[in-house]
């Protein structure tokens, strides 16, 4: 069975086709540099860019894959959580395509896709225990299978990659400055101390990271000479990062402080939670190597395996869209034609119905 998924919540525009749970071919814009400038994502010009983007993005797919239109048996569609008006531009296309191919329509949690992206290479092992980290959320979830999340803990304000954008964004990296900071951290020793670690002085498995951002902010007014003398490039953060070793020392504990602090909600977590058969960490953020590292020695020692996308898995991306998209339908979910889209900060509701009879052309 082959599925197409699209991917419009955010500032990537993405489409791939999954057969039976393997990817075929991918295509992604990364609309980075539009919203660089701004120093975040602006909605308005966010919808735009998918508007104008989607048709030869989507031509490419097919050109890619010798496939037609016709080929594809079932659409998913992100429909949150995201930009309200981006993501109606990719419900608009899939509402369409379903109607005109004549083929049942799933609306995927980006969410939860993040999550069981990892499964598009290798086995997923349920329950586990699941870590979503990226630029909008941080989530953690008991995963009893493809269709059941139980949500355990979340950010209550900023999510730990929009505190680590925000600061980053305070030194003069462009947006998203998470890989950045990543980069630089590895350069570095993080001094363990300079930063507060955030929201831990309770028995929840809430994250709240606005009060790092503040003492970020502070820290570096106090210390001007940790900023980047202009907007700079990779390269110009590298060569900074190599002539000042405070800048260095600032990003390590910065990366240190992000990923401590969600280690210990995690081990919390598998504290609380009752036995899981595995970890699953995903999201943007789940590229960050200092972060893989930590998790991985957590896992290590819970003996649980660490089931982790590759880091071209963890941003934003269509291929977990169809996979998931996929999952969902297998289990006999899918959605009609008046599937509604969820912005962030909205609890997107268990909406689907049960397949009966719906033909399939498989
Ligand atoms: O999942 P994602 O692509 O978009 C959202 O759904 O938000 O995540 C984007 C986030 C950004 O905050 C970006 O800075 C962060 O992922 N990110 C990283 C790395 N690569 C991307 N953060 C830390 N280390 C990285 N290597
Ligand atoms: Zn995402």
């Known amino acids: 069975m082959r599925c197409l998924g699209i991917e419009t919540s955010c500032d990537e525009t993405s489409f791939a086709l999954v057969q039976d749970g393997r990817l075929l071919a991918q295509v992604l814009h990364s609309q980075e540099n539009l919203h660089a400038l701004f120093g975040g994502v602006v909605p308005e010009l966010a919808s735009r860019r998918h508007l104008q983007t989607m048709p030869g993005l989507l031509r490419g797919l097919f050109q890619k894959t010798g496939l037609t239109p016709n080929d594809i048996h079932i659409i998913a569609v992100a429909r949150g959580p995201g930009l309200l008006g981006a993501l109606l531009v990719g419900l608009g296309l899939a509402k369409g395509l379903a109607m005109s191919l004549h083929v049942p329509l799933v609306g995927v949690n980006h969410l939860h896709a993040h999550l069981l992206a990892p499964g598009l290479e290798q086995q997923l092992l349920f329950p586990a225990l699941g870590l979503l980290v990226s630029g909008g959320h941080t989530h953690l979830y008991r995963i009893e299978a493809a269709d059941q999340f139980h949500i355990l803990g979340r950010c209550l304000d900023d999510a730990a990659g929009e505190a680590l954008d925000k600061s980053a964004s305070l030194l003069n990296m462009p947006y998203p400055g998470g890989r950045h900071v990543d980069q630089v951290a590895a350069m570095a ?35 001007a000479h940790l900023r980047l003398p202009k907007l700079a490039n990779t390269s110009e953060i590298l060569e900074w990062a190599r002539t000042s070793p405070d800048f260095r020392i600032f990003c390590a504990s910065l990366n240190w402080t992000i990923t401590e602090t969600l280690r210990i909600k995690v081990e919390r977590a598998l504290r609380q939670a009752g036995p899981v058969s595995s970890l699953i960490v995903a999201g943007g953020v789940a590229a960050n190597t200092m972060l893989r590292q930590t998790l991985a020695r957590t896992a290590q020692q819970w003996r649980i395996p660490l089931i982790l996308p590759n880091p071209s898995l963890c941003t934003d991306n269509a291929a977990m869209i169809a996979y998931a998209g996929l999952l969902l339908f297998e289990k006999g979910w899918m959605h009609g034609l008046d599937l509604e889209a969820f912005p962030r900060g909205k609890p997107i509701p268990w909406d689907y119905s049960f397949r009966e009879n719906v033909p399939i052309n498989a």
């Open 189 to 223: 020793e993080p001094d363990r101390t300079l930063l507060p670690k955030p929201y831990l002085d309770n028995q929840n498995l809430d994250f709240s990271f606005s009060g790092l951002k503040t003492a970020v902010a502070h820290h570096v007014a106090d210390h």
